[in-house]
């Protein structure tokens, strides 16, 4: 009785791995969506951006060709501010479980001079993920001038799981040869949680996740304005979310086929 029970359990384990990713979600016609709008601003100084001195990481040489100052340091502005607008923010609705299309194949990463880069979008500092989907690291350095990294710069992206002033580990992988690509499920198990990888090789390459569980998000274009359509009719709480500077919500109420606004202004904490 116990080997029946061993094995049934072995055999249910081996099903739910091999199970498709089943979403709370569904998809439903809206034929009376509308449409949210809105702009990102920042109020106030914005802060210094944070500088690494290139000789304390591996690949200096290398990595010296981007975002460098001339001086030996790379130069890391996590918030971007131009003419008062906020880039870098995710903008998004969690409480409709029933709407348009949600089509989300995962999330892309590559590596490109020691930094890490958001494919698909307008940010290179934030993008989002949906739990229990893949997210995809692609290395793409590699550097011919030194022996010890012309296949490859060898990078260690480590995942975390954020919450509030608590992390934990996701992940951690080395991803040594160019061309190489480190693919994983996104595990997050605190609701309010987000996600952040670090490159324990280059401490300076850091790139933000937003979990989103539906097609109702945006993350906003440079001059900090976004816009989300096909909203079923309703009043929601939006939220902003910005990696360094926090979350902000306010309440939209979206008429059938009509339009609805809803700004945001950040400051430096």
């Known amino acids: 009785m116990k080997g029946f029970i061993a094995a049934f359990g072995l055999a249910v384990a081996v099903s739910l791995i091999g199970a498709p990713i089943v979403s709370a ?9 509308g449409t949210i709008t809105g702009k990102v601003s920042f109020k106030g100084a914005v802060p210094a951006p944070k500088e690494f001195d290139f000789a304390k990481f591996p690949n200096s040489k290398f990595c010296e060709q981007a975002d460098s ?5 790379r130069i890391v502005q ?6 008062g607008a906020l880039t870098d923010v995710v903008v998004f609705i969690e409480e409709i479980e029933k709407g348009k299309p949600f089509k989300f194949e995962g999330t892309d990463v590559k590596t490109d ?5 958001v494919q698909g979008g307008p940010s290179t500092l934030t993008g989002v993920v949906v739990k229990k989907a893949e ?19 060898l990078h ?18 080395p991803l040594p040869e160019k061309g190489q690509v480190i693919k ?4 997050l198990r605190k609701k ?3 996600m952040k990888i670090q490159c324990d090789q280059h401490n300076y390459m850091e790139v933000y996740f937003q979990p989103v569980s539906n097609p109702y998000y945006a993350i906003v274009n440079e001059d900090g304005t976004f816009s989300i359509d096909g909203v079923p009719p309703g009043t929601y709480e939006i939220h902003a979310f910005h990696p360094i500077l926090g979350a902000q919500e306010a309440k939209v109420t979206v008429p059938a086929k009509g339009k609805a606004t809803a700004d945001f202004a950040f400051a430096a904490k």
């Open 25 to 33: 979600y569904e998809e439903a016609p809206v034929p009376d969506g």
């Open 69 to 73: 100052d001339g001086k030996g340091h």
């Open 78 to 83: 996590q918030v971007n501010v131009k003419n």
């Open 113 to 117: 001079l020691c930094r890490f880069k």
């Open 135 to 153: 997210i995809r690291i692609l290395n793409t350095d590699a550097d011919p001038t030194d022996p010890k990294a012309a296949t490859g710069v």
């Open 156 to 173: 260690n992206p480590h995942a975390y799981e954020q919450s509030g002033a608590n992390s934990s580990t996701i992940f951690n992988l």
């Open 184 to 187: 994983k499920p996104v595990v």
């Open 192 to 194: 309010e949680s987000t």
